[in-house]
């Protein structure tokens, strides 16, 4: 089974604009989750999406924001981008009804 | 508020011993624990997990203990090997259903295991 695969990799985007993260869970899996890993503030929850609807939700502001297609697929959105949103976005799925969640290999985001 | 502490920022072990990660819990409505291990720019990787209703899970050389009382748990890895040098999170979720999809995690430890 293939893993969780997030695109792209690696992104430069300067201050004020907006960025799209793509995340594909195990197929199979429908719960996905976002996280955000900074040196200062370690690995924080963003939001996680089950059957297209937002179940939980972190403490970040509002311009971070996402979405689940019907096939699970997930995309996050960071508008008006601010040099504390470098960090490396990590997208995570698993089986409804398990605790286990499976990390994708992240993107790297820097903001400039 | 930090809800899941691991207090040892770093740990080094020789080879063939044993290590021992701990880490510390505030939240009495975790219901579930997880231990992941990550290399610089890849994602956490699965290792062990426990539930709350369980004092002790067994896997390999990976072994977890709970002690709830104390809201407690620890990673013990035996023997330790060089392959296992990597930065180890502590995570936990709440009880069941809706509450899996939210894992809270520690800070990390990073453990350097020399031959």
């Known amino acids: 089974k293939a893993g969780v695969t997030q695109t792209p990799r690696y992104l430069i985007k300067t201050r004020g604009q907006q960025v799209t993260l793509s995340c594909s869970p195990i197929?199979?899996?429908?719960?996905v989750s976002w996280y955000q890993q900074t040196p200062g503030q370690g690995l924080q929850f963003l939001f996680e999406y089950f059957s297209e609807t937002q179940r939980n939700k972190g403490n970040f502001p509002g311009r971070f924001s996402g979405r689940q297609f019907s096939n699970s697929r997930s995309e996050m959105n960071v508008s008006t981008l601010e040099l504390g949103d470098s960090a490396l976005y990590l997208c995570?799925?698993?089986?409804?009804?398990?605790?286990?969640?499976?990390f994708g290999p992240g993107t790297r985001l820097t903001v400039l | 508020d930090q809800q899941v502490k691991q207090n040892s920022p770093s740990l080094s072990v020789q080879e063939g011993r044993i290590s021992i990660l701990n880490c510390d819990y505030t939240n009495s409505m975790f219901d579930y624990f997880l231990w992941y291990k990550k290399y610089p720019a890849e994602g956490p990787t699965f290792l062990i997990s426990?539930?709350?209703?369980?004092d002790k899970n067994e896997d390999g050389r990976f072994t977890v203990f709970l002690n709830k009382s104390a809201k407690h748990l620890s990673l013990h890895i035996v023997p330790s090997q060089p392959g296992d040098s990597a930065v180890y999170f502590c995570?936990?979720?709440?009880?069941?259903?809706?509450?899996?999809?939210?894992?809270?995690f520690g800070q990390g430890t990073i453990l350097t295991v020399h031959p």
């Open positions: 995570a799925s698993s089986l409804e009804g398990t605790p286990h969640t499976f």
């Open positions: 426990i539930s709350s209703i369980k």
């Open positions: 995570a936990a979720s709440g009880a069941g259903g809706t509450s899996y999809g939210k894992l809270t």
């Open positions: 197929s199979g899996h429908r719960s």
